[in-house]
């Protein structure tokens, strides 16, 4: 396993997932690879949590309580301090219209749970 980088250099990850065990998977094997992790349980508490921390990548869940993943994206978009955090959409569906509609709101990627941890940790080293 690679070393993982120094306190100052590690890349900040926020996960925002309504599954305890989604969350906890994702951020220890992030960890595990030197990134720095957050998590929240919904797109409400995500939205606070990214606002105060600016990660540089926001792993986001599509369907969960209070606050849907699609409406935590819209209003990440339309804050200037937010705007141009870059984000992976996380689902279990895989529909057309899902897949268009997180191309129109300029996220990075798509991916389909059950997800593939060494694809994801690939797809992240390739953006952050």
């Given amino acids: 396993m690679a070393v993982p980088p120094s306190v100052a250099e590690r890349k900040k990850?926020?996960?925002?997932?309504?599954?305890?065990?989604?969350?906890?998977?994702?951020?220890?094997?992030?960890?595990?690879?030197?990134?720095?992790?957050?998590?929240?349980?919904?797109?409400?508490?995500?939205?606070?949590?990214?606002?105060?921390?600016?990660?540089?990548?926001?792993?986001?869940?599509?369907?969960?309580?209070?606050?849907d993943g699609w409406e935590m994206l819209k209003r990440l978009r339309r804050n200037e301090k937010t705007r141009d955090i870059l984000v992976i959409m996380l689902t279990a569906r895989s529909e057309t219209e899902s897949l268009m509609r997180s191309e129109e709101n300029k996220t990075l990627d798509y991916f389909i749970k059950p997800i593939n941890l060494e694809e994801l940790i690939a797809f992240i080293r390739r953006y952050i």
């Fill in 13 to 67: 990850i926020l996960i925002v997932d309504d599954e305890l065990g989604v969350r906890e998977l994702l951020a220890e094997t992030l960890r595990q690879r030197g990134y720095e992790v957050l998590t929240a349980q919904d797109g409400s508490e995500g939205l606070e949590q990214a606002t105060q921390t600016l990660p540089n990548l926001i792993l986001l869940d599509v369907m969960m309580p209070k606050m």
